[in-house]
């Protein structure tokens, strides 16, 4: 990947050498131009401002030096033939984050274009559009003096995802903000006790599961307090929302839970079903142990679906009660809910099982549907099959 900048203010780039990306430009796997703007202004002063049409505080950026620049940096820029990407980091730009990072770290040549004053005349981003793919980028709802800021973040965030960057790839996956969006979870170091401070016990257990199922909760826990925006639910097509359960949910949660496991129970023509004789206080109980979602339609809890992290690795995602009203089965909320767990499965899962009745054949049919395949070869409980599937990353 090729990197320039564009500024009036160079020595602001200084900092690439340090860090990353100036390491990566020193092994090759990375170039990097910095061009100071007024290059290009060519009067005595090396003028990049003036007054602006209209009146008004401040001064705006001249167009001519940054289509010169463009012209220079472009040619110079990109010998793949792709079109190159200028960015210009805006405050009215679309907002920076992961997803964003994500997708520019796929180009090949990337021009971050730092505006200063009161900002770039209009007409030179009118006119990359022309010449390049074209990005307005803001940092976040706060107001800078300049691009450069933004461009040096943008910069980290997007290297660091180039392959052969981060010594280690994986850690990339497990990461705030990455897909499935949940916060980190605390981490923590020796010594295992530190100004009266402990070292939580389950970190010190050797059980994977349980250490990832503890680090799962507590990513989803601290992402709820500080971040509720990033559990924003899912939605069904009619625009219902799928959204986390809470405690109050669990009278109507045994309800539904009751309704469906009767049918089970006649398909299955057994009644030694566990979900069948759970009490609330089971459903509060489990409702602080699964990651659970629920779908209300007119306020009635209609459909409710939940999963948690399973095995000695901790790497299991278990996926479980899968309840739709009767009066609303064969709607297709199964399915969503079906994928909706999938879905948000932390990065820490790398497949998912289920369990049904063996003669729950609608359900088999979904699963199966849904790429389950049934698996004699596990352990069930009596009188029900088990279905895995691998998670596609
Ligand atoms: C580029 C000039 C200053 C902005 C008058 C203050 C990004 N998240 C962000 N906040 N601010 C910027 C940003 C600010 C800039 C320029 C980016 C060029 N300014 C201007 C308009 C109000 N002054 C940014 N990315």
């Not at 730009?93 to 971050?112: I, K, N, P, W």
């Amino acid at each position: 990947m090729r990197l320039d900048y564009l500024t009036i203010f160079p020595d602001f780039f200084a900092p690439l050498e340090l860090s990353l990306p100036g390491k990566a430009a020193a092994s090759g796997l990375l170039d990097l131009g910095v061009h100071d703007l007024r290059r290009w202004a060519h009067d005595r002063h090396r003028t990049v401002d003036d007054t602006p049409y209209g009146g008004g505080a401040g001064m705006v950026m001249k167009p001519e030096p940054w289509g010169e620049a463009f012209a220079e940096v472009l040619s110079a820029g990109s010998d793949t033939g792709e079109r190159s990407t200028i960015v210009f980091t805006t405050p009215s730009g679309e907002r920076f984050d992961q997803r964003l990072a994500e997708e520019l770290s796929t180009r090949e040549h990337l021009v971050f274009a730092c505006g200063r004053y009161e900002g770039i005349d209009q007409r030179v981003i009118d006119h990359a559009r022309e010449i390049a793919e074209v990005r307005e980028i803001s940092l976040g709802d706060y107001v800078l003096n300049g691009g450069e800021v933004a461009a040096l973040a943008v910069t980290e965030a997007v290297v660091r995802l180039l392959p052969g960057f981060m010594g280690n790839a994986a850690s990339l996956v497990e990461e705030s903000h990455a897909e499935g969006g949940l916060l980190e979870y605390p981490v923590y170091t020796k010594p295992r006790s530190w100004e009266g401070r402990d070292v939580p016990d389950v970190l010190l257990s050797g059980d994977h599961g349980a250490i990832a199922r503890w680090r799962h909760a507590e990513a989803v826990r601290r992402t709820a307090e500080r971040r509720p925006d990033l559990l924003t639910p899912s939605v069904l097509d009619d625009g219902t929302p799928i959204v986390r359960a809470v405690p109050g949910d669990a009278g109507e949660l045994l309800t539904l839970q009751r309704a469906c496991w009767v049918q089970e129970a006649i398909a299955n023509d057994m009644l030694d079903i566990p979900a069948l004789h759970e009490s609330l206080d089971d459903v509060r109980a489990w409702l602080g142990e699964w990651d659970t979602y629920v779908v209300r339609r007119a306020g009635r809890l209609v459909a409710a679906v939940r999963g948690r992290l399973e095995g000695s690795a901790g790497d299991r995602w278990d996926i479980g009660r899968i309840m739709v009203a009767p009066d609303l089965q064969g709607s297709g909320l199964g399915r969503v809910l079906l994928e909706h767990i999938q879905a948000v499965a932390p990065p820490a899962a790398t497949s998912y099982v289920l369990f049904t009745g063996a003669a729950s054949a609608r359900n088999q049919r979904m699963y199966k549907k849904a790429g389950f395949r049934l698996r004699t070869d596990l352990p069930a409980p009596p009188g029900a099959v088990v279905l895995t599937k691998r998670r596609e990353r």
